[in-house]
């Protein structure tokens, strides 16, 4: 029987973080929000800069000629609120699409537990386990540690949800745009990382 997935050890969840990408999807768009709402309105600010996120999605998909899921269902949640931006001319409609987006994704995370392979499984093997052992995939342990995590990004996701709604309801739109911007380019990686820390933990348990 082969061993368990041994992490990386030049592996750090420091540096996954805060790397190029982390800049290009967190920290640009805030510049482009800054800049622009200095320059004419906070509506303009969120316009452009929601159409960087987007870009930033097409153009690493003809990159690197792979889909992300997480990256295409943020890209897809980040249209839907540009177009209803741009239609009702209220930054309000674009800041509560990661809320809605949230909620619904904890919905499809925890529909796919039933299905032969759960979402963040599927996440997680494409950016950072693609060389598991047909073994390790075949443990009945393996899928149960899985499944677990999933329900747990599931409750995360309501978690979060609940309090993008309390940022926003009790604080300023720069406030809230700027911490959910920040967050959402942290948490990814983060969370990643934990569930295949935990994976390993749970398969050797």
């Not at 159409?51 to 897809?76: D, E, P, R």
């Not at 899985?146 to 949800?161: D, E, R, V």
């Not at 942290?186 to 934990?194: D, E, G, R």
Request: glycine share 4%; proline share 4%.
């Amino acid at each position: 029987m082969e061993k368990p997935i041994k992490p990386d050890k030049k592996y750090s969840i420091i540096k996954n973080i805060f790397n190029k990408d982390f800049i290009i999807s967190a920290i640009i768009p805030l510049l482009i929000y800054g800049v622009a709402t200095k320059c004419s309105t906070e509506l303009i600010g969120l316009i452009l800069s929601g159409i960087w996120c987007i870009a930033v999605v097409i153009v690493n998909y003809f990159m690197s000629k792979t889909i992300n899921f997480l990256a295409t269902i943020g890209a897809v949640f980040n249209g839907i609120g540009l177009i209803g931006t741009i239609i009702s001319k209220s930054p309000t409609f674009y800041l509560a699409t990661p809320i809605v987006e949230d909620f619904l994704f904890a919905f499809i995370l925890i529909m796919s537990i039933f299905l032969s392979h759960p979402i963040i499984q599927v996440v997680a093997e494409q950016s950072f386990l693609n060389n598991v052992p047909k073994s390790i995939k075949d443990n009945p342990k393996y899928k149960s540690s899985w499944n677990i995590i999933t329900a747990a990004w599931a409750a995360i996701n309501i978690l979060q949800a609940t309090v993008r709604i309390i940022i926003l309801n009790y604080f300023s739109i720069k406030v809230y745009y700027t911490l959910s911007n920040i967050y959402s380019g942290i948490s990814m990686p983060l969370f990643i990382a934990a569930s295949i820390i935990f994976s390993k933990w749970y398969l050797t348990h």
